[in-house]
């Protein structure tokens, strides 16, 4: 499975967006984390002689599928937000925002 | 308003302050952030929280270290960890498994209302098991300690039948005391006695099963029971001496029957620890009939316990209400005869 976004990186935007109100992009990395483990494990099943591989192998497929298109989700949302996506920072007008939202 | 201490461990002062406000606005009023974990073991000493939870965030393994040291700091607050689901979530699981030093975790982006609705739920078990403790210490101290290991051993209502010694004590003219002093002078004057001969028996290895309004009734078991017996009531007599709640004692020795007593068929059951037998009631009988600073017990005992008979008074044989037969009986007046004993010196 292709990854764009290694597994500090993400969690580094799930660190900072801490309550579900302002976790949109934290619920697209949550789903990112949920489909690489649906991926590990169908592929895990897959190789498993007494199971059908190629029930494993379609939910992979469709699961590297879903991957692809929510990283390229997270991508486009954090440009959007204006966060430093070299370092993946919250920018400071989110932040401001975020506790007018209480 | 939720009355609970909080504490709130997160080196990140954005997301610690998005949390705090967030739990303010649930009605967690009492909240105290540290973001320096060096601070911690001060904070916590200060603070005594119900809860701590702590914000994990990716790849700081040092702050899991913190984690434990805070369990160990403040076993009795509950810990919380919020981490972000995947690898960091997998990390903390398996530390929480290996170290117990984390009570639940929690995913983010934290869900808004499950999270705080788990918290207050989670306070809520805690103040009523703490509760609980704070009822059980107090049981603690109003339960016999035989009836405590009884619990422990044998919560079936099986009663247990074994060799004991019995003693008992009671106060002389104690209704005549009543009336001529003030309650609560008598009162505070009998609980000081109590506790005096709890004291005393505990001393001699043997177990207070009851107090009996103006008295106790004890038990002792095991090797030297009865040579236990006789000694601590021959101290508790010469006690008696100088006090102004003097009393008697009757001591016998014989097979009982130990367990807990009641209403044991309704659902709101009502049970006591007793130990109950002929011998239970001869020792009562005796006590009965022990003038002040004495001791009546029965030669038979006494003869197996080589006690001097030469201190005993011997009563002769004596008809006792229950038993068909009649039993010799010694009686014993301590003041002169065990000056070697220690004195238990009191302002009863």
């Known amino acids: 499975m292709k990854q764009q976004f290694n597994a500090a990186q993400i969690s580094k935007v799930i660190d900072q967006a801490l309550i579900y109100q302002c976790a949109c992009p934290a619920q697209v990395c949550k789903a990112i984390f949920e489909l690489r483990e649906l991926f590990d494990y169908q592929m895990n099943c897959a190789s498993d002689s007494n199971n059908n591989e190629l029930v494993h192998k379609t939910i992979a497929a469709a699961a590297e599928v879903s991957h692809e298109i929510m990283e390229e989700c997270l991508k486009q949302i954090l440009e959007i937000e204006g966060w430093d996506q070299a370092n993946f920072i919250m920018p400071e007008s989110l932040k401001q925002k975020v506790p007018k939202l209480f | ?348």
């Open chain 2, 1 to 348: 308003m939720i009355n609970s201490k909080l504490m709130l461990v997160d080196k990140d002062d954005y997301t610690s302050s998005l949390l705090a406000t967030n739990l303010y606005q649930h009605g967690f009023n009492d909240i105290k952030t540290v973001t320096d974990g060096s601070a911690l073991p001060k904070a916590i000493a200060e603070c005594r929280p119900d809860v701590v939870i702590f914000n994990y965030h990716f790849d700081e393994f040092d702050s899991l270290i913190l984690c434990s040291a805070l369990k160990q700091m403040s076993p009795q607050s509950l810990i919380i960890a919020i981490v972000s689901p995947g690898p960091a979530f997998k990390t903390v699981d398996l530390w929480a498994k290996q170290t117990k030093s984390i009570d639940l975790i929690v995913e983010k982006p934290l869900s808004d209302e499950r999270f705080f609705m788990t918290l207050k739920d989670l306070l809520k078990v805690k103040n009523s098991s703490r509760a609980l403790e704070t009822k059980a210490q107090l049981l603690v101290n109003l339960v016999p300690e035989a009836a405590l290991s009884a619990l422990e051993t044998n919560f079936n209502n099986e009663a247990k039948m074994f060799e004991a010694t019995v003693l008992f004590t009671d106060i002389r003219r104690s209704t005549e005391l009543i009336r001529a002093m003030p309650p609560r002078e008598y009162f505070q004057l009998l609980n000081d006695l109590l506790s005096l001969q709890a004291k005393i028996i505990k001393q001699f290895e043997g177990s207070v099963i009851k107090y009996t309004g103006d008295g106790v009734m004890a038990v002792f078991k095991g090797m030297g029971k009865s040579y236990l017996a006789m000694r601590c009531a021959l101290v508790l007599a010469k006690t008696s001496h100088n006090i102004k709640l003097s009393y008697g004692v009757g001591v016998a020795e014989g097979l009982v029957l130990a367990g807990l007593i009641g209403d044991s068929k309704s659902e709101d059951q009502r049970l006591q620890y007793d130990v109950i037998g002929a011998t239970v009631h001869l020792a009562a009988r005796l006590c009965g009939m022990a003038s002040a600073g004495e001791v009546i017990t029965t030669k038979k005992l006494i003869a197996a316990v080589k006690l001097n008979e030469n201190m005993a008074r011997d009563i002769g044989s004596v008809s006792i209400k229950g038993f068909a037969d009649k039993i010799d009986c010694v009686a014993f007046k301590p003041s002169k005869l065990i000056a070697e004993e220690n004195t238990y010196e009191t302002t009863i």
